[in-house]
Each structure stands twice: as C-alpha cells, then as structure tokens.
T-cell receptor, first 114, second 115 residues
Framework: AQKVTQAQTEISVVEKEDVTLDCVYE???????LFWYKQPPSGELVFLIR??????QNEISGRYSWNFQKSTSSFNFTITASQVVDSAVYFCALTLNTGNQFYFGTGTSLTVIP | DTGVSQDPRHKITKRGQNVTFRCDPI?????LYWYRQTLGQGPEFLTY????????KSRLLSDRFSAERPKGSFSTLEIQRTEQGDSAMYLC?????????????FGPGTRLTVL
C-alpha cells in the first residue's frame, strides 16, 4: 500500500525566515513520482514540482528548493526567505508508474507572519 | 480562462436529496479525475476517466455516487440520497497523456454541505 505522511500539521514563521516542510512516503514500487502542490486560501491546488524515483538531484527554483532522499523515503520542501504570499496548505503526493491515482498527504498549513 | 472549471462552487442541500456537479477540464486533456477533500485532509481519489471511459473507481465511491464523461470532454458527478457524511469539497483535475505521472491541473472545487 502507498502512504504519504506530512507530520507537521501547522507551521508559523515570521516573514523572511526559512522553513522546511517534511514529507515521508511509503511504497514498494521502484518507479514512482513525487509531487508538491500548494493550496492557497482560494482553494485551488497549484502544482509546484514533480520528481521521479530515479532522479535524486535536489532542485532549486527561486526561493523554493526540494531535497529528495530515497534512503530515508523523504521529499522535503524548503522555502527560503518566506513571504506572506507563501501562506497556504502544502501537500505532498505520490503516484506510481503502474497506477492511476495520486496519494496525498494530509497537508501542512503554513502561516507566514508579517 | 483556460483552466479546469467546476460548477457550482457551493451547494447546500438537505439530506436525502440528489446533487450533480459538473467539471470542465482543460480542453485537450484526455484524463479527468475526481477527488474528495474533507477539512484538514488531503484530497482522496474517487475515480478517473481516460477520454470517455471510466477506468478506475475507489472503494470510497459508494453505489450512491456515479460519474460520467459522455463525450470525453466535461464530466458530471452525481450523489444520490445525500448523507451528512458526504459534506466535503469535491475536486476535479485533468491531465494530458496516458500515465499517472503527468501533472494534474485542479479546478477550484465544489463545496457540498448536507444539512
């Protein structure tokens, strides 16, 4: 069975602080894909990144960076110099190469305080 | 706007009534997904279509739920004899391609409240 765990339910940081959102996944498949989505107060899920299980290179996109470690089954997301607009619920998700659905974590609600 | 659209955005109904939601995916997307999201939880998969064919249904999708995508374009999700436990946000997503690894584009959701 597949499972995604986001142990941090809520995080609050002061603007300009760095923050890391944790994601741990479980699967026995060797080929899988990991995603991060952002859900702002408006409700619409916004795609942030996708990684496949064979690509462990970390990725940086502006203030966002992702650390994928197969050894610990983790795909963590760091926001550098957080801004108020980063306030949202962030979801980590897993899908299998052989499957047809996303398995979402329960989300981490991030509040950036000005 | 060329994103995924859903209608209505909000629906309040009384227990026992039937409701129908509509999703219009991004026009060239051949895959369409339905999810349910309750407060404090991530989206849970309900079903998906590849063009007009419904290829997979979750165990969450009881007999009171039915989904269609008659011409491989828009889709409808109907809930019959609604129960209070059906109150949730119903999300639609679409993607292009034949694999689940493709990015899914989500609509704004339909929030259902069953009184």
């Amino acid at each position: 069975a597949q499972k995604v765990t986001q142990a941090q339910t809520e995080i609050s940081v002061v603007e300009k602080e760095d923050v890391t959102l944790d994601c741990v996944y479980e699967t026995r498949d060797t080929t899988y894909y990991l995603f991060w989505y952002k859900q702002p107060p408006s409700g619409e899920l916004v795609f942030l990144i996708r990684r496949n299980s064979f690509d462990e290179q970390n990725e940086i996109s502006g203030r966002y960076s992702w650390n994928f470690q197969k050894s610990t089954s983790s795909f963590n997301f760091t926001i550098t110099a957080s801004q108020v607009v980063d306030s949202a619920v962030y979801f980590c998700a897993l899908t299998l190469n052989t499957g047809n659905q996303f398995y979402f974590g329960t989300g981490t609600s991030l509040t950036v305080i000005p | 706007d060329t994103g995924v659209s859903q209608d209505p955005r909000h629906k309040i109904t009384k227990r026992g009534q039937n409701v129908t939601f509509r999703c219009d995916p991004i026009s060239e997307h051949n895959r369409l997904y339905w999810y349910r999201q309750t407060l404090g939880q991530g989206p849970e998969f309900l079903t998906y279509f590849q063009n007009e064919a419904q290829l997979e249904k979750s165990r969450l999708l009881s007999d009171r739920f039915s989904a269609e995508r008659p011409k491989g374009s828009f889709s409808t999700l109907e809930i019959q004899r609604t129960e209070q436990g059906d109150s949730a946000m119903y999300l639609c997503a679409s993607s292009l391609g034949s694999g689940s690894y493709n990015e899914q584009f989500f609509g704004p959701g339909t929030r259902l409240t069953v009184l």
